[in-house]
């Protein structure tokens, strides 16, 4: 297996993980939850959550890998408001819990290099 389906199976397992976690553990996510969004907070965590297991699919799966790469790396902008929410909510929080929030902040661009890189080594992965 060449590094580039390792690394979209990595990527994939990442997206899966975090999309069981909003269905298995659904109260940490609620509360990233930008209140501007319109609805329940529960409602947006399963479905940011459904959203990462149907992305984890796509990036799992050569045919679509390219497509689901791109739109998970859209995916990762469009979550960046609810990571700046937490980082704000729980500016009063232990030392160690503000790191945490505050660390996903910058994490937020090499998940979306990542993703691109996966999408556009995929192009090549249909040729085989």
């Keep these: 297996m060449s590094l580039v389906p390792r690394s979209a199976l990595l990527l994939a397992g990442l ?4 999309g069981v976690a909003h269905f298995a553990a659904p109260k940490p996510f609620d509360a990233t939850i ?5 609805g329940s907070p529960r409602a ?3 479905a940011s959550g459904a959203v990462e297991l ?3 699919a796509g990036v799992a799966l050569p045919r679509t ?3 689901a790469a ?3 790396a859209a995916f ?11 980082a704000a909510d729980w500016r009063h929080r232990p030392a160690p819990l ?3 929030a505050l660390g996903r902040l910058p994490l937020q661009v090499p998940l979306v290099l990542w993703a691109r890189n996966v999408a556009g080594a995929a192009r090549g992965d249909r040729a085989a």
């Design 76 to 86: 990762f902008v469009g979550v960046f408001p609810a990571n700046v929410q937490m």
């Design 54 to 56: 149907a992305l984890a």
């Design 34 to 38: 930008p209140r501007a969004l319109p």
């Design 15 to 18: 997206l899966a993980g975090s």
């Design 44 to 46: 947006w965590t399963y």
């Design 98 to 100: 503000r790191a945490a």
């Design 65 to 67: 890998r390219r497509t």
């Design 70 to 72: 791109l739109a998970t």
